[in-house]
């Protein structure tokens, strides 16, 4: 059974930090692009970063609005990925969730092209 999970989430204030992680299991990590999106109230999701699968690239993207600001990563050996977040802003605050796929490159930005979903984590950034 596939499992993703995510922790760190809380509230802060604007201009402070605070660092996500996702744990999976279930999957052959290591085949899997790794990435987060986050969808606040009234919004679509939107795609925040991606870490692509070892076997393609590897490569990282993000999102015009946190680039600069945060950071993912993730931890092959331990089945985890991360996204480090500076810097917060109020218009940040959303739920953020860890995603897998198995797309090709040209839709690692996209949400519809990942298979598997964590419950998602509450962040919220006050001003």
């Known amino acids: 059974q596939v499992q993703l999970a995510e922790s760190g989430g809380g509230v802060v204030q604007a201009g402070g930090s605070l660092r996500l992680s996702c744990t999976v299991s279930?999957?052959?990590?290591?085949?899997?692009?790794m990435g987060w999106f986050r969808q606040a109230p009234g919004n679509e999701r939107e795609f925040v970063a991606v870490a692509t699968r070892p076997g393609t690239g590897p490569y990282i993207y993000y999102s015009e609005s946190v680039k600069g600001r945060f950071t993912i990563s993730r931890d092959n050996a331990k089945k985890m990925v991360y996204l480090q977040m500076n810097n917060l802003k109020p218009e940040d605050t959303a739920i953020y969730y860890c995603?897998?796929?198995?797309?090709?490159?040209?839709?690692?930005?996209?949400?519809?092209?990942?298979?598997?979903w964590g419950q998602g984590t509450q962040v919220t950034v006050s001003s």
């Open positions: 995603a897998s796929s198995m797309v090709a490159l040209s839709g690692v930005r996209q949400s519809e092209y990942y298979r598997h």
């Open positions: 279930g999957v052959t990590f290591r085949d899997y692009h």
